[in-house]
C-alpha cells in the first residue's frame, strides 16, 4: 500500500518507522520548522527528523487547506493517508480522493478521551486502563468511525511521557494490522457511542500549579500526567518550584495544606488528605535535583507554607 503519513511528535515515530518497514512511504507531512528552546534556533518535529534519517520525502506545508497543496499531495497518488500525532485537520477533498480514505491513530479507548491530552487525563483521572484506537478520520475531532482497539493498564508509577511510548509502540502495531486488514477488504469501521463521549481538553501551564488542598492521591496523579508537559509546581518563598517526583505518605497531623511537616531527611508537605514525599524538584533559575542536594543549598525547616 502507498502511504501519505501525516504525523509531527514523538508518538509518530514508531508508526512511520514500522509502516516504513511494511509498506510504501510515498510522503511525510509534518508541522514546518520553527523557533524552540531559549535560543529560539530553527528546529525540526521529531517526525521530519526521523523522515530526513530515513531518505523519505519531507513536505512541510504551512497550510493544508489550499488546492495547490491538496493536489501538490494527490500528485504522490497514495492509496491511503495515515495521520498520528499530525496536529491540524485535513482537507475533506484530500481524504474522499484516495482509495482507503485515512486512517488516524489516536492514544485511548474512544470515546473516551477525545482531544489533545489523552493520556494526560487518563492518569489524571486515576485510571487503570487505557490504550489505542484506529478510526477514520471525520470532520469534528477524534468523531471517526472505529477500526481497532488494543487495551493496556496504567502502571501507578508511570508519568504520561512513559506510557506515551509505551501507546505509541502498541499503537504502531495495531495501525500496521489495521492498514493489512483493509488492504485484504477484511475490516469495517462502526460508529461511536456518542453517548459515552469523554472529552480531554489542551492542558495549559496554569493547569499545573498544584492546589495543596486537594488529596495527596490527586496531586500525586497529576504530577505523574503532566511530566513532561505542562510540568507541575508550587511557589516557595515567592520563587516557582517546580516538582517532578513524589511519593504519598499517611499523613494524620492537623497542620494547614502545603505546610511542610518534614524537612529532616527530605521534604514532606501536608495535603487536604495525606501528605507527599518530594523526591526530585527545580527551583526558579537553578538545575533540576533530587531533594537530597536541594537540602543542602537551601535549608528548611518545617512549618514553611508551600503556595
Avoid at 169 to 186: H, Q, V
Amino acid at each position: 500500500m502507498k502511504i501519505l503519513f501525516f504525523g509531527s511528535d514523538d508518538f509518530a515515530i514508531p508508526s512511520l518507522k514500522t509502516l516504513h518497514a511494511s509498506h510504501t512511504i510515498v510522503g511525510v507531512i509534518t508541522q514546518p520548522d520553527k523557533p524552540a528552546g531559549r535560543g529560539q534556533k530553527v528546529k525540526s518535529c521529531p517526525a521530519a527528523t526521523i523522515a530526513k534519517e530515513l531518505g523519505l520525502k519531507l513536505i512541510q506545508p504551512i497550510k493544508l487547506q489550499n488546492e495547490e497543496a491538496t493536489q501538490q499531495l494527490l500528485a504522490l497518488k497514495p492509496d491511503c493517508l495515515v495521520v498520528v500525532a499530525y496536529g491540524k485537520f485535513l482537507p475533506k477533498k484530500l481524504i474522499n480522493m484516495t482509495p482507503f480514505k485515512a486512517v488516524n491513530l489516536h492514544p485511548s479507548l474512544l470515546p473516551k478521551y477525545r482531544g489533545a491530552a489523552p493520556i494526560q487525563w487518563a492518569i489524571l483521572n486515576g485510571d487503570k486502563k487505557t490504550g489505542v484506537t484506529t478510526m477514520t478520520v471525520s470532520e469534528e475531532m477524534d468523531a471517526g468511525d472505529l477500526y481497532l482497539q488494543e487495551e493496556i493498564e496504567i502502571s501507578e508509577k508511570e508519568n504520561a511521557d512513559e506510557l506515551s511510548r509505551r501507546l505509541s509502540e502498541m499503537g504502531a502495531n495495531l495501525l500496521l494490522k489495521t492498514l493489512d486488514e483493509l488492504e485484504k477488504g477484511s475490516l469495517k469501521a462502526k460508529p461511536q457511542d456518542s453517548k459515552k463521549v469523554i472529552l480531554a481538553p489542551k492542558l495549559t501551564k496554569e493547569n499545573g500549579h498544584l492546589n495543596w488542598q486537594e488529596p495527596a492521591k490527586t496531586l500525586y496523579n497529576k504530577i505523574r500526567a503532566m511530566e513532561p508537559w505542562p510540568g507541575t509546581f508550587c511557589r516557595f518563598n515567592n520563587k516557582i518550584l517546580k516538582i517532578f517526583q513524589v511519593n504519598i505518605v499517611k499523613n494524620e497531623t492537623p497542620a494547614k495544606p502545603g505546610t511542610i511537616i518534614n524537612a529532616e531527611n527530605g521534604i514532606t508537605v501536608a495535603c487536604g488528605q495525606d501528605a507527599l514525599s518530594l523526591l526530585e524538584v527545580q527551583l526558579e533559575g537553578k538545575k533540576r535535583m533530587k531533594v537530597s542536594d536541594f537540602l543542602k543549598g537551601h535549608p528548611i525547616e518545617a512549618g514553611v507554607l508551600l503556595t
